[in-house]
Every structure is written in structure tokens, then in C-alpha cells.
């Protein structure tokens, strides 16, 4: 077991979560659905993200959230969603990177949760 300390790691971290999600029962068809053919273009999305976040190198230009604004989601895909994702880091890292990345994806999926909920029951449009 290692530490999340390069692009290599995320990569490896990134492509093993994916690789779980895209043949979970609850999560796949979401996934696979929005995504189509552009896994290559999401990944490395994902990597750049993750590097940002815990490598604090920023190669990462965005909005996070606008993406998942209208996806039909509810508190079982986001525990779900962390519990892959914390299995693939349980798996494959250890330390305080990793403790960090679960940290922060707990906190991500919760503040993800909070507004797509928001969302469904206002009229408001999640701004640009």
C-alpha cells in the first residue's frame, strides 16, 4: 500500500473507481447513459480534478457541479458512489492523501446531494 503522491496514483485511482462504477448494478446505467462513448474525455476530466484537489497542482478548469445538476440521483447513489470510491482507495492506498480523498468526497457528494435536491424541488436553473 502506498500514498496518493503523483498523476500515476490518481490515475490508478480513478480508473479502478470508474471501472467499479461502470458495472455497478445501482450506478451504471447513470453513468454509462450520460457518458456514452466519451469515457476517455470524462477520465481524464476526473484525473485533472483529483489532481487539483489533492496534489495541489492545478490542471483542473471547471465547474463540477453544473455537470450532475439534473441527474436522477438520490442518497443511495451518493452513498453508493462513496462507498466504491472508498473501497478503491481502502484497496490500493494508505495515509493521509488517502484519508484526504475520502474526506473530501464525502464532503463533495454531501454538498452534490444537498443541491441537486435543492434543484428538483425549485424552479430555479442551476447558473452557468
Avoid: C
Wanted: hydrophobic share 40%.
Amino acid at each position: 500500500m502506498k500514498e496518493i503522491n503523483s498523476l500515476d496514483d490518481i490515475r490508478t485511482l480513478i480508473n479502478e473507481f470508474y471501472s467499479k462504477v461502470k458495472e455497478d448494478e445501482l450506478l451504471k446505467d447513470i453513468f454509462n447513459e450520460r457518458i456514452g462513448d466519451l469515457w476517455p474525455a470524462h477520465l481524464d476530466k476526473m484525473y485533472r480534478f483529483w489532481q487539483t484537489v489533492l496534489l495541489d497542482e492545478h490542471t483542473y478548469k471547471g465547474s463540477p457541479f453544473l455537470p450532475h445538476a439534473k441527474m436522477p440521483v438520490d442518497i443511495d447513489h451518493f452513498d453508493r458512489w462513496k462507498q466504491l470510491f472508498n473501497q478503491t482507495i481502502d484497496e490500493n492506498f494508505q495515509g493521509s492523501k488517502a484519508e484526504e480523498a475520502k474526506e473530501r468526497a464525502r464532503m463533495m457528494a454531501a454538498m452534490f446531494h444537498h443541491k441537486i435536491e435543492y434543484f428538483k424541488k425549485s424552479k430555479s436553473i442551476p447558473l452557468k
